[in-house]
């Protein structure tokens, strides 16, 4: 088990730098500046749809099947807007690339973000995007360079804080980490992400009341977040109520890694006979968990013979 930050943090695809002008970001000479921000299936799927009389229509039709969760849909309504103006609009490429970003496509978010920015540098949504892009890809100079002046704005979109807080945790700034979070929570005191992170910044600290109550505040608000639930059960662990520990990370996963999970936590905690029967335990629950629960009992067993070997001088 790796006991790093649980944050959603991941290195993606490389930095790149787009070519061409603020108005055609696609091939010199092509008809549609802007099918290079297309994945193709949505143009196909939907070619036979009927015609809109503004772009205007196009992007509330681009909204509603963004609630009701058709994103190919969505695509297309917005695309055929852009290609509909005189001129390119911010807002639609912006959820152009929120809706790239979210199935993945960091490469045609990152185009869309940037030429939103292009058109209007003050954008909030597409600033904080890129601000998280490059947080994803584990950029955090870039990220601030985003991410920073949005924060200070009044009205500030959470999703800059909240970011901002999660780049000062990784750094050990905790403090400032949670002054971020907090002011995030101004926003929406009822956010489960920030929640979390908000605990789990309180948790690296070893403020475990305090860890708890925003962590159970984030379940609260969403009975299904499992990352929160995986952190409360942390911090009962180091409380030394491993049941409530047990139940807390077995909740929505598998039952034989919260055992391995909070075995792990035992043995650095240096509760050695507690570790060992949740060790044991893991591997009984699961055949798939020998191999990692037998290498931590391997561990366990070498710290706790070094813990009971005489002094030499």
Request: hydrophobic content about 40%; proline content about 4%.
């Amino acid at each position: 088990m790796n006991h790093k930050y649980r944050f959603p943090v991941a290195g993606l695809l490389l930095l790149f730098t787009l070519g061409g002008c603020a108005t055609q970001p696609g091939t010199q000479g092509s008809g549609d500046p802007y099918g290079a921000l297309s994945d193709g299936n949505s143009s196909v799927a939907y070619s036979t749809a009927f015609p809109v009389a503004s772009p205007e229509e196009a992007y509330r039709n681009g909204d509603a099947a963004l609630r009701s969760g058709d994103a190919d849909r969505a695509l297309f309504e917005y695309l055929r807007g852009l290609q509909m103006e005189g001129r390119p609009q911010a807002d639609p490429l912006y959820r152009v690339g929120v809706i790239h970003h979210g199935r993945g496509n960091t490469d045609l978010a990152e185009k869309a973000y940037r030429w939103a920015l292009d058109v209007d540098s003050r954008h909030a949504g597409a600033g904080t995007a890129m601000g998280v892009l490059m947080l994803e890809r584990r950029d955090f100079e870039q990220a601030e360079l985003y991410l920073t002046p949005i924060a200070a704005r009044s009205g500030a979109p959470w999703q800059a804080d909240n970011a901002l807080g999660v780049i000062a945790d990784i750094r050990g700034q905790h403090e400032q980490a949670r002054r971020h979070y907090e002011k995030a929570l101004q926003v929406n005191p009822r956010i489960p992400r920030v929640l979390n992170n908000l605990g789990y910044s309180y948790y690296l600290v070893g403020d475990l009341d305090a860890a708890r109550l925003q962590l159970r505040q984030a379940v609260n608000v969403n009975p299904r977040y499992e990352l929160a639930w995986r952190n409360l059960g942390l911090v009962y662990a180091r409380q030394g109520d491993y049941e409530t520990a047990i139940e807390a990370v077995a909740r929505h996963g598998d039952r034989a890694e919260a055992y391995n999970d909070i075995g792990y936590i035992s043995m650095l905690e240096g509760r050695f006979d507690q570790a060992m029967g949740f060790f044991e335990e893991a591997m009984r629950l699961s055949p798939a968990y020998y191999a990692t629960a037998g290498e931590n009992v391997e561990s366990l067993n070498q710290l706790m013979r070094r813990n009971v070997s005489p002094a030499t001088n």
